[in-house]
Structures are given as C-alpha cells and as structure tokens.
C-alpha cells in the first residue's frame, strides 16, 4: 500500500475536487487514520513583510491550484514518491496581516505542535520570506534544538540578511540574520545560491562574509558550480539541513510572478536540476516563497513552485530509499 493515498486520476480527474497540495490528503483525514505523516505541508499567507510590490499572500491558494498536475512518479530519481512517503496538507497557518513578528511567532507555535513532532517534517508555502523564520523555528526545536543549528540551502536572488527595512527587523530582507542571531542556523553550514546582483552596495555582503556564508552567485555557478556543490554536500554530509526556496532566483522570464524580480538567474530547467544536485543531504524542513500570484500571467510561476515543492520531498524520498550512501558528482549512489 502506498505511503500517500492519492485519488486516481483516471477516476477522479486532476480538475475536481477541493484544491490540497499535489492533491495530497488532509492531515486530519491522515491523523484520523493514525497513519504516521512524514511531511506536512502548509500554507502561510501572509505578505505583510514585503519591501516592494505586496500580493504573496495569495501564493498557497494559487500553487495549490497549480499543483493539482503535479504527479507522484520523478523520473530522474527513479523513485515513486507518494510510496516511499506519507504526505499531509496541514491547511493554512494562522496569520494576522497587521503584524509581522505577532504572525511570525503564531505561525511558529502552531507548526511546532503540527502531526508528530519527532518525526513530522515541515513544508511551509508562502508568503513572502519572512516566513521561513517562523517555519525555522519550528523545525528546530522539533528536531531537538540542535546546539550548532542547522545546516541552510537557501536558494535567492536577494542575501535576505538585512539587519532593517523601515526600522522593521522581521520584514522578508531579514529571516536569516534573525535565524543565525537566534542559533537555528549554523552560518558556516549555510549556502546562499543564486544570489545576483545588482545590490544597494558592496556591504550588503559584509554580514554574509564576516559570518562566514557561502555565497554562491548565478554567474559562479557557471564558473565552478559542480566543485562548490560537491563541496558543500560534503560540508553538510551527516547534518540537519532546512531548504529555503525563494522563487525569484528563477529568472522572471520564467517565473515572473514574484515581488522583487531580479533579471537574469535560472532557467525552470536548471533550477530543477540544481535541487536534485543535492540529493544525499538531509533535507528536515523547507520553505518555497514569493509566489506572487497577480504578476503570474499564465500561473507559470505557481505551477513551477508546485514543482519545487515536489522536487524538496524527491530530495527526501530518494534520501530514504538510497540511505547514507556515498554518492559520486553526479549525486549516483556508489554503494
Ligand atoms: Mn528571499
Ligand atoms: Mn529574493
């Protein structure tokens, strides 16, 4: 029996029905079962910490619209997902549009408490980035509150590392100064992707490298982008690592509907062949954010976040079926 029940979609079609994540059953309905969950995932729709053009807050109701054609078998992984994991839509976090750290710490608390605690991982959906400090939070006191924190992919146009916006320390520039201040992220076991220019000035970088993140831009990708991904693979072998995907690291050409549109950056292709280049890192909590659903002509962009999401719990899925190997370049497992 399958890990996740889907409904049959030469039975019920992909166009019916009420809307969850990828068509994933209900976490009650789940719980109800006492079937274990291993990711739920949730919407948080809030965009109340944006610095340019507002709308985020429609994300989770736009992706999971375009998730209903998200499928359950990924190819290049060779891997069945819904067979290996059991995957829940825990509905929407609560939110309160006028207040950013009151949302930020009601978001916390209610993930915190969220299916099984030890085993239960956590997807957020947003939203603009400043929730993924909140989801932060969450999974690592639900993963023990590690002492050295844990390991960080941040995938971004943007540093996010802004100490204030506006006198405003929690706005969607800010998650990650706030998330290494308070010890839930290891900086030297954090990797910025993406990042691309141009920037306000030269010390929007000084946090980054004094802190000691890797900061990877799009054009270094090109320039080394296998040797730093094996690297870094190799930094965060055996650690805890959360996934933070920012969607405007995907070049507004092909993924328009965001907030603060860098130009240039990954193609959809690559972008998703990015992520699978990390397969064998531990992966125990995400976020995929500012899916801005009014500046989404054709809803390219939802239904490539949806295909994001999907591409976070491959990661995991192939990670349980091929266990602590030892992988090659090409993340192939030589075991
Ligand atoms: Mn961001
Ligand atoms: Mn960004």
Redesign the pocket.
Known sequence: MPKTELPDPRVSPRFAGVATFCRYPLLDAVCATSRPVDWAIFGVPFDSGVTYRPGARFGPRAIRDASQYVKRFHMEFDVDVCEVLSLADAGDAPVKPYGIKDTLDGVAAWARAIGDPARTKLLAVGGD?SIAYANLRATWERRGKPKDGLGLLHF???L?TVDAVWGERWG?ASPFIRAIEDGLVDPKAMLSMGVKGPLNSRSDLDFARTRGVSVVTYEDCFRGGQQIIREFRERLAGRETYLSF?I??VDPAFAPG?G?P?VGGFTSAEVLALLRSFRGVEIVGADVV?VLPDRDPGGVTSLLAAHVMFEVLALDAWKRVHGGHAHDAQGRCLA
């Open positions: 980035h971004d146009s943007h996010d969607h920012d405007d690291v965001t603060t860098s500012e």
